[in-house]
């Protein structure tokens, strides 16, 4: 029935909405209608940006998303489908300095205290608590409510729950995921939307993925057909002293001879001097004998990036 995400990391505003676009060309259900969208920008101010149909990839066609926004590390979405009731911040509350929140289904409808539960949470960070202990107090305090709700610190802590009554949805799904460095994270509640059960997770790391910024590309070698290969148990690129492709490792393909396809495999290493320097960011599709290189992408030559590990 609706989809909430929040996200911290380098252009989190991007991020979520080109993901959420992606998602939207092949998921079916309650998407691609309304979103709601809110950041803590750079400027240290709360920035907004709405459309009633037409899902995130409307809302960036149209060029209703400022560059504070996209570029904001902080940010919190909803979206289901087209024509929710006005005003469409009520899905997702901020304020500078302390916090955003989001969530699924009905996280604008009132709880116990009176407020909505959305705003519930953001006064319980207000008053300094975590987004955990906030979103699990409001949750725990309203066990029947229709919701669910995530809640991103200013400082880009980030926690998410359904309550008791949405726990028994079968179609209810989410995700958690951060990046290898600890940088970058997202959250992820949704149902109503299939797929339901891988959704959050391919959602998650497009996410992720976009936010986390490019590895520094150290140099580039050339591959060419008929330059040598050696095999051995481990494939990569061996560089001469003065960074010159000296040659290529390929795996022994278990003893056989004659042409084959093959890779150097992910991440391949880059060795100078008999010790790795970095490893390969491009891994194309070669085809070899057990001396020498045929082709590379079907053709003559190509190139491969690498990145130091040093």
């Given at each position: 029935?609706?989809?909430?995400?929040?996200?911290?990391?380098p252009g989190a505003g991007r991020?979520?909405?080109?993901?959420?676009?992606?998602?939207?060309?092949?998921?079916?259900?309650?998407?691609?209608?309304?979103?709601?969208?809110?950041?803590?920008?750079?400027?240290?101010?709360?920035?907004?940006?709405?459309?009633?149909?037409?899902?995130?990839?409307?809302?960036?066609?149209?060029?209703?998303?400022?560059?504070?926004?996209?570029?904001?590390?902080?940010?919190?979405?909803?979206?289901?489908?087209?024509?929710?009731?006005?005003?469409?911040?009520?899905?997702?509350?901020?304020?500078?300095?302390?916090?955003?929140?989001?969530?699924?289904?009905?996280?604008?409808?009132?709880?116990?205290?009176?407020?909505?539960?959305?705003?519930?949470?953001?006064?319980?960070?207000?008053?300094?608590?975590?987004?955990?202990?906030?979103?699990?107090?409001?949750?725990?305090?309203?066990?029947?409510?229709?919701?669910?709700?995530?809640?991103?610190?200013?400082?880009?802590?980030?926690?998410?729950?359904?309550?008791?009554?949405?726990?028994?949805?079968?179609?209810?799904?989410?995700?958690?995921?951060?990046?290898?460095?600890?940088?970058?994270?997202?959250?992820?509640?949704?149902?109503?939307?299939?797929?339901?059960?891988?959704?959050?997770?391919?959602?998650?790391?497009?996410?992720?993925?976009?936010?986390?910024?490019?590895?520094l590309v150290v140099g580039t070698?050339?591959?060419?057909?008929?330059?040598?290969?050696?095999?051995?148990?481990?494939?990569?690129?061996?560089?001469?002293?003065?960074?010159?492709?000296?040659?290529?490792?390929?795996?022994?393909?278990?003893?056989?001879?004659?042409?084959?396809?093959?890779?150097?495999?992910?991440?391949?290493?880059?060795?100078?001097?008999?010790?790795?320097?970095?490893?390969?960011?491009?891994?194309?599709?070669?085809?070899?004998?057990?001396?020498?290189?045929?082709?590379?992408?079907?053709?003559?030559?190509?190139?491969?990036?690498?990145?130091?590990?040093?």
């Amino acid at each position: 029935m609706t989809i909430g995400i929040a996200a911290h990391g380098p252009g989190a505003g991007r991020a979520i909405l080109t993901s959420l676009g992606s998602i939207e060309a092949f998921a079916t259900g309650a998407i691609g209608g309304f979103v709601s969208v809110a950041g803590l920008g750079y400027d240290g101010s709360i920035h907004r940006a709405e459309i009633q149909n037409g899902g995130g990839r409307a809302l960036l066609d149209q060029g209703r998303v400022s560059e504070l926004l996209l570029s904001a590390r902080s940010v919190v979405l909803m979206s289901s489908g087209p024509n929710r009731p006005e005003p469409l911040s009520q899905f997702t509350p901020a304020l500078a300095g302390v916090g955003l929140v989001t969530g699924h289904r009905f996280p604008n409808n009132r709880g116990l205290d009176g407020r909505s539960l959305a705003e519930s949470v953001l006064a319980a960070m207000t008053r300094g608590e975590t987004p955990q202990d906030a979103v699990q107090a409001v949750v725990r305090s309203n066990p029947n409510a229709d919701a669910g709700l995530i809640a991103l610190s200013a400082d880009g802590e980030i926690f998410a729950a359904d309550t008791s009554f949405i726990a028994r949805f079968g179609d209810r799904g989410g995700a958690f995921r951060e990046s290898v460095d600890g940088r970058s994270r997202v959250a992820i509640l949704h149902n109503g939307i299939e797929p339901s059960e891988n959704l959050g997770s391919l959602l998650a790391e497009l996410i992720v993925k976009a936010m986390t910024p490019s590895p520094l590309v150290v140099g580039t070698v050339e591959l060419c057909a008929g330059m040598p290969v050696s095999l051995g148990d481990e494939a990569g690129l061996v560089l001469s002293e003065t960074g010159e492709l000296k040659t290529m490792r390929l795996v022994d393909n278990a003893g056989a001879r004659g042409v084959w396809s093959c890779g150097i495999g992910y991440l391949a290493p880059v060795w100078r001097s008999g010790r790795q320097i970095g490893h390969c960011l491009d891994e194309p599709f070669l085809v070899s004998d057990a001396e020498k290189l045929i082709s590379v992408n079907g053709r003559t030559r190509g190139l491969v990036r690498w990145t130091s590990v040093e």
